[in-house]
């Protein structure tokens, strides 16, 4: 089983998990020629994927599904919020699978655990996401981490944790107030620190990767996301992985 990032951040997101002969894509924020593009930087054509995973309806991680999906026949699966949220744009889609946040399925070799999280969208999910064996858990766009998500999470062997923003540089930074306090709440995204409290809480004796994902540019470097991290792993900063807007990261093995 191996991984890659596409590209993760606020102009884009979209992650690809292989397992045997079955490609998986989580979320798909990047038009229809910068996905071929980044899916050829890891070897791979739009034609080898099996379908699409949704997280939720936000620009950053549905806004190029549509066309995608309907270019290269790929069926989508997602929550009825986050069909609900994109209807207008839901005839042109080949196929739809509404998901149970709550209830496990598989797109050929690949099992799938949906969970719930805590987000500013209609019914936000993430995953985790395996071959049966080995457990890569992606949590991204979550305000707040709950018992629940701490549960699901605990005991993978790899991990695409957000680290969206540092406190200080986003209280004193660019932003406007509203959308401060939008980016600081519950229904937000994890900083750096709630990121590390988490982590720390869960299971970590199986975990071969960490990636630290969804960084703001503005509000965030891959150093203090890094740090927290590593304070969090009892490890060196430099063994915690960052998934760059543009660069994503590359395969990652899971063993």
């Not at 994902?213 to 792993?233: E, G, I, V």
């Amino acid at each position: 089983m191996r991984f890659a990032s596409l590209g993760s951040g606020s102009g884009g997101n979209a992650l690809v998990l292989e397992v045997k002969q079955t490609r998986v894509l989580l979320d798909c924020g990047f038009g229809l020629r910068d996905m071929a593009r980044r899916l050829a930087r890891v070897d791979l054509a739009p034609e080898d994927l099996a379908g699409i995973l949704v997280t939720h309806e936000h620009a950053d991680h549905v806004g190029g599904v549509v066309k995608f999906a309907r270019k290269y026949n790929l069926a989508v699966w997602l929550t009825q919020g986050t069909l609900s949220a994109i209807r207008p744009q839901c005839p042109n889609l080949p196929l739809t699978h509404v998901i149970d946040s709550h209830t496990r399925f598989a797109i050929g070799d690949v099992e799938i655990e949906p969970f719930p999280v805590p987000h500013d969208a209609r019914e936000p999910a993430q995953y985790v996401l395996g071959n049966g064996a080995k457990r890569l858990g992606v949590l991204t766009d979550t305000g707040c981490a709950t018992p629940h998500i701490e549960a699901t999470l605990s005991g993978c062997d790899a991990l695409v944790l957000e680290c969206n923003h540092d406190v200080n540089l986003l209280r004193n930074g660019p932003y406007p107030p509203g959308l401060k306090k939008r980016v600081a709440s519950r229904f937000g995204h994890l900083d750096n620190g709630a990121a590390a409290n988490l982590l720390a809480k869960l299971d970590q004796s199986r975990l071969q990767h960490v990636i630290a994902a969804h960084l703001s540019r503005q509000n965030n470097t891959p150093a203090l996301a890094q740090d927290a991290l590593a304070r969090a792993m009892n490890c060196v900063a430099d063994w915690i992985g960052v998934a760059d807007e543009e660069a994503g990261f590359a395969w990652r093995q899971v063993a």
